[in-house]
């Protein structure tokens, strides 16, 4: 089955800098890698995703890079803000009927002011 | 749209009992919904897939006459965990897929439960 490796574990940066999270996955299969943003004790949010055909998605403040050979893609957070403190998990899946998100273990991201 | 509501927000049980978990998607038809267990600090951890009118699918090491799933309806799923001991205390939470798609999934406000 999937394994998805999610680098680093812990992100401190200072607001305004931008922060990387980058993940790799195992399943050659895999054609979509979605982002979630989790807050304490609240559900996961999707903050951005990406399909296998494409390589790059940006979305005002946050991108994400696909590279299918290597099987790795990362989430990019430019001018980073305290809001932006929470943790952030990658996932993939693909798209087979029954199939489920598999997620990485999470980036617990800081942002001092 | 796609909204996806659990039921209880948080629980706390005596060791021994069972506890039901309910997770209704309000505004679509789910054909295949997910359990996935998350405690403190860690990843979410996919326990099982169900689809309606089937028996769930249990991901390897998940035990599966302990936390019962049903997908009664194509709206609702229910866990329940039985015989509860306090190494079940953990965060809950559901996702729904509608029928039309292959990769969404829409996340449920998850279920606190402890275990005495």
């Known amino acids: 089955g999937e394994n998805v490796e999610q680098h680093p574990s812990t992100l401190s940066v200072q607001e305004g800098d931008s922060a990387v999270i980058k993940c790799t996955y195992s399943?050659?299969?895999?054609?979509?890698f979605p982002w979630y943003k989790q807050e304490l004790g609240k559900r996961p949010q999707l903050i951005i995703d990406i399909r296998s055909n494409v390589g790059e998605k940006k979305d005002q403040r946050i991108a994400v890079t696909l590279n299918k050979t290597a099987k790795h893609f990362s989430l990019h957070i430019t001018e980073t803000q305290p809001e932006d403190s929470a943790v952030y998990f990658c996932a993939a899946i693909t798209n087979q009927a029954g199939t489920a998100l598999i997620f990485g273990k999470g980036t617990t991201l800081s942002v001092s002011s | 749209g796609a909204v996806v509501s659990q039921h209880p927000s948080w629980v706390i049980c005596k060791s021994g009992t069972s506890v039901k978990i309910e997770c209704r998607s309000l505004d679509f038809q789910a054909t295949t919904m997910f359990w996935y267990r998350q405690f403190p600090k860690q990843s979410l951890m996919l326990m099982a897939t169900?689809?309606?009118?089937?028996?769930?699918?249990?991901e390897q090491g998940v035990e599966k006459d302990k936390f019962l799933i049903n997908h009664a309806s194509l709206t609702l799923s229910t866990l329940t965990v039985t015989s509860a001991h306090p190494e079940d205390s953990s965060f809950y939470i559901c996702s729904a897929r509608p029928g039309t798609g292959f990769y969404e999934q829409y996340f449920g406000p998850g279920t606190r439960l402890t275990v005495t």
């Open positions: 399943d050659s299969a895999s054609n979509y």
């Open positions: 169900s689809n309606e009118g089937s028996k769930a699918t249990y």
